[in-house]
């Protein structure tokens, strides 16, 4: 049973680009939160998304846009890339209904902003 | 804000028994506590959840006093591979989970 996958694992890109990050969540799950994790500091909630939905959004500009499939794959998209987004993009995929307190969270994609 | 406050590290010896604090003074009545573990460049990982009193796994013990307003979690008798930070959160489900800034732990041989 794969966990949540995530592409691509590393990625360079120069400011002013656009960047489209990708998660497959685990098996059985219909919900994926992405997160921004900044060298030394926690991850930080940018939106969810269940049901091709986005339910909740962080403290993001719209500049961060997501979409969610219908297989419950996602992708996160980053328009006008500055040099603070470079950090390391976690995808985390979760089930619904009562007892789903656990998060499995892929790898991660490290995004390089030059 | 955060919802939690940890130590920023800590230093043990592999064979030792370590302790990691989490202080959580406005952890509401549907709160679960949980803790996450994280490797350099990997995601983290689920360690281990409780509500109140002790709850033991595989992996960890985490105890919990009866006003709930802080944890500890505590790893078996720590290795070089427990080397990692620790993420204590309280949060009623999955949604926006909240991250604070961990607790590093390093552990020398």
């Known amino acids: 049973d794969a966990g949540v996958t995530q592409s691509p694992t590393h990625l360079i890109k120069t400011r002013g680009q656009q960047v489209t990050l990708r998660c497959s969540p685990k098996s059985g799950h219909d919900t994926v939160s992405w997160y921004q994790q900044a060298l030394g500091q926690g991850p930080q909630f940018i939106f969810q998304y269940y049901e091709e939905e986005e339910r909740q959004r962080g403290n993001f500009p719209d500049r961060f846009s997501g979409h969610q499939f219908p297989n419950y794959s996602s992708e996160l998209n980053v328009n006008a890339l500055l040099l603070g987004d470079s950090a390391l993009y976690l995808c985390?995929?979760?089930?619904?209904?009562?007892?789903?307190?656990?998060?499995?969270f892929g790898q991660g994609t490290r995004l390089t902003v030059v | 804000l955060a919802k939690t406050t940890q130590p920023i590290s800590m230093d043990s010896y592999e064979g030792q028994e370590v302790n990691i604090t989490c202080s959580h003074n406005n952890i509401a009545t549907n709160d679960y506590i949980t803790w996450y573990q994280q490797f350099p460049s990997q995601g983290p990982r689920f360690i281990i959840q409780?509500?109140?009193t002790k709850v033991t796994n595989e992996v960890a013990s985490l105890f919990i006093p009866a006003d709930r307003k802080s944890s500890t979690l505590s790893p078996p008798r720590v290795s070089l591979s427990d080397t990692a930070v620790y993420y204590c959160l309280v949060g009623a489900n999955t949604d926006k989970l909240i991250f604070g800034t961990g607790t590093r732990l390093q552990v020398f041989p």
């Open positions: 985390a995929s979760s089930g619904t209904g009562a007892g789903n307190t656990e998060a499995f």
């Open positions: 409780g509500y109140k």
